[in-house]
């Protein structure tokens, strides 16, 4: 049976613009889009908060995959949201506009039964707030944490704390520099495991991840797609593919840690085929696969 998981991150809705088209608050934040992902191989429980505008219809889609939103706080006031505008080149963008609303007094509030879950997922919000979901549980089995440039601008000591007590941190390659000061990627990653997690995933967008196993490496390439629309929360869901994978096989070794990257890796190219969550839930378990397929094809090859 796979290990039930907890995310515990934000819950938003998103205005985004790119050169494929604009839309107006849309379903996002880091724990629905890690939701949206991991329940393709295991339960998941999602802890956050909205506000008494939110849409509840929108989240029907999520509770179809078997997602417990059961932990997802309505209170009154408006829901948090954010929106973007994407480059050209899609990598680039520049934020339009930041409300925080209801999600500014977030504090979490872990439910009782929720606090022996095996799996517990950080996901990118303020590490004090991290740190106090980790006080709640009872000795989760896996620790995997997530993080932003904006707080290790504001909170590296609240952050550090967070990292010591993880067992998997996943980083991309610029916050992997910025918590380090380390410029090398390998360096960085190796400084970042000395800090407490055995396992490090450092994600490099359009150009795959690299981990840090122990002394084990392994990199894996992004699968090249024919067109990008919206990269939002690609790598939430690259985290939510990788979690839900390790808790589907319920252990964490080289193997099992290599073939989390490459699901994680699948699910993200399907993110941002399109705008908000759209492509994501849409995804059947042939497409998943056949997807799964060619990274497959896409990595091997013959010495002889």
């Known amino acids: 049976m796979p290990q039930e998981i907890l995310v515990v991150g934000s819950t938003a809705l998103d205005s985004i613009e790119t050169a494929h088209g ?22 998941v429980l999602v802890v956050g908060v909205v506000g008494e505008d939110f849409p509840r219809a929108s989240l029907e889609p999520l509770r179809e995959l078997g997602v417990s939103l059961d932990g997802l706080e309505n209170v009154p006031g408006r829901t948090f949201r954010w929106g ?7 990598i680039g963008r520049d934020t339009l506009f ?4 209801v999600f500014q007094e977030f504090r979490p509030r ?7 879950r095996p799996v517990l997922f950080l996901a990118n919000i303020q590490p004090s707030l991290q740190l106090d979901v980790l006080d709640q549980m009872e000795a989760p089995a896996l620790v995997v944490t997530d993080t932003m440039n904006l707080w290790i601008d504001m909170a590296l000591p609240d952050l550090v704390r967070v990292i010591a007590r993880s067992h998997i941190l996943i980083v991309n390659d610029e916050e992997a520099r910025q918590i380090t000061g380390r410029r090398a990627l390998l360096p960085a990653m190796r400084a ?20 840090g196993h122990g002394e084990r490496l392994f990199a ?8 990008v629309v919206d990269p939002t929360g690609a790598g939430d869901t690259f985290a ?30 399907f993110s941002v085929e399109a705008f908000s969550l759209d492509r994501l839930l849409a995804v059947t378990p042939g497409q998943l696969a056949e997807r799964l397929a060619r990274f497959t094809d896409l990595t091997s090859y013959s010495l002889t």
């Open 84 to 90: 973007g505008r994407y480059h050209d080149d899609l």
């Open 192 to 211: 970042l495991q000395a800090m407490g997690p055995r396992t490090v995933v450092v994600k490099k967008g359009e150009h795959g991840a690299l981990m």
């Open 22 to 43: 604009r839309v107006q608050e849309v379903l996002g934040g880091s724990a629905f889009y890690f939701a949206a992902a991991a329940a393709r191989y295991a339960p």
């Open 98 to 101: 930041t409300e925080l609303g």
């Open 220 to 227: 894996a390439p992004a699968l090249p797609l024919e067109q």
């Open 110 to 116: 872990i439910p009782a039964a929720a606090r022996r």
């Open 240 to 269: 939510g593919g990788f979690v839900g994978s390790l808790a589907a096989d319920g252990r964490v070794d080289d193997e099992t840690l290599r073939r989390a990257v490459i699901r994680g890796s699948a699910l993200a190219s």
